[in-house]
């Protein structure tokens, strides 16, 4: 079992950035690709960025592109999503997952962290 917490969540204004973090449990992180989701109050579900077991391939949502990056570090047992130029839309519980292999489909992954509020206002 993979046990994975999402932390860096918070309100910012229109424009700015946030960095959030996921650490995962055990010694076999490196094992796994990671993805993030969002998901708004009333939405479903939907992909953002996902990397792949060695950070050498990294895939984006297209509302994120530009604004968006994922990074890994394997000896720390954590993976990121670096999020600038925010907007109110952008507005969302963001989950972190691990699978054995990176996609935008979210039944690809096995283990799914508790999600960590982003909040952007106008």
């Known amino acids: 079992q993979v046990q994975l917490v999402e932390s860096g969540g918070g309100l910012v204004q229109a424009g700015g950035s946030l960095r959030l973090s996921c650490a995962a449990s055990g010694r076999t992180f490196s094992m796994y690709a990671m993805g993030w989701f969002r998901q708004a109050p009333g939405k479903e579900r939907e992909f953002v960025a996902a990397?792949?077991?060695?950070?050498?391939?990294?895939y984006y949502a297209d509302f994120v592109k530009g604004r968006f990056t994922i990074a890994r570090d394997n000896a720390k047992n954590t993976v990121y999503l670096q999020m600038n130029s925010l907007k109110p839309e952008d507005t969302a519980v963001y989950y972190c997952?691990?699978?054995?292999?990176?996609?935008?489909?979210?039944?690809?992954?096995?283990?799914w962290g508790q999600g960590t509020q982003v909040t952007v206002s106008s």
């Open positions: 990397i792949s077991w060695n950070g050498g391939i990294t």
């Open positions: 997952s691990a699978g054995g292999t990176y996609s935008s489909d979210s039944r690809r992954y096995d283990y």
